[in-house]
């Protein structure tokens, strides 16, 4: 257990719909990392809030947007669902710089895309 | 961009044997190198980092890691694994530059009693 939560644990959701994910970091932590693992894949970075704001971001299209409250929680939101969307979805949260702060990841949510 | 390549998809070994885990990372600046591990039904968690320094580090449960600039390399070892190896290894580089971790595709270790 890492203390970092993720709802749903699944979902499914129909093309072109939008969906929000969920998580709540570890108390403390300022930095919250989204990723996405497709099936045989590993995760790939999505984005990456710090103190409430995007603080980086990987190869997604802005139909993937997040927001980081100040009560330690996040969300990922995707807009326009396709197909290819399926996979699992991953927060990580670490006490503030990535870079030397160990990332601690969440059980994921299994989103599925028909 | 920055990418990192895991040489193994899948390993099998029996109890005992000794392991090497292929990584590659292609970024020419500083990276920061981690080793994430991911046992059946488990978060994902850190086995060990390198930042600077000296170039074998040492993890948790037994593991180690050298880092070789020169090859861009940053492989796993292990020299007698046990059946609680079993799991999923995902090698992952952090470079500043983007504030991303960038990870491996990961290679599933089987380890047969």
């Known amino acids: 257990e890492t203390g970092v939560t993720q709802s749903p644990t699944h979902l499914i959701k129909t093309r072109g719909q939008q969906v929000t994910l969920r998580c709540s970091s570890q108390s403390g932590h300022n930095t919250v990392s989204w990723y996405q693992q497709a099936l045989g894949q590993g995760p790939q970075f999505i984005f990456q809030?710090?103190?409430?704001?995007?603080?980086g971001r990987g190869n997604f299209p802005p139909r993937f947007s997040g927001l980081q409250f100040p009560n330690y929680s996040s969300e990922l939101n995707v807009n326009a669902l396709e197909l290819d969307d399926s996979a699992l979805y991953l927060c990580?949260?670490?006490?503030?710089?990535?870079?030397?702060?160990?990332?601690?990841f969440g059980p994921g949510t299994r989103l599925t895309v028909t | 961009a920055q990418s990192v390549s895991q040489h193994n998809h899948h390993v099998i070994l029996s109890e005992a044997a000794s392991l090497e885990l292929g990584c590659n990372y292609s970024?020419?600046?500083?990276?920061?190198l981690f080793w994430y591990v991911q046992y059946p039904g488990q978060h994902l968690q850190l086995l060990l980092k390198y930042f600077s320094g000296d170039p074998l580090v040492k993890g948790i449960k037994g593991f180690e890691a050298e880092f070789i600039k020169s090859k861009f390399s940053f492989n796993l070892r292990k020299p007698s694994v046990q059946w609680s190896d079993t799991a999923e290894y995902f090698c992952a580089a952090y470079n500043n530059a983007g504030n991303m971790l960038t990870f491996g595709g990961g290679t599933r270790l089987m380890v047969k009693p």
């Open positions: 990580a949260s670490s006490l503030a710089r990535t870079d030397t702060d160990e990332q601690y």
């Open positions: 809030y710090y103190r409430e704001e995007e603080n």
């Open positions: 970024y020419g600046g500083t990276v920061n």
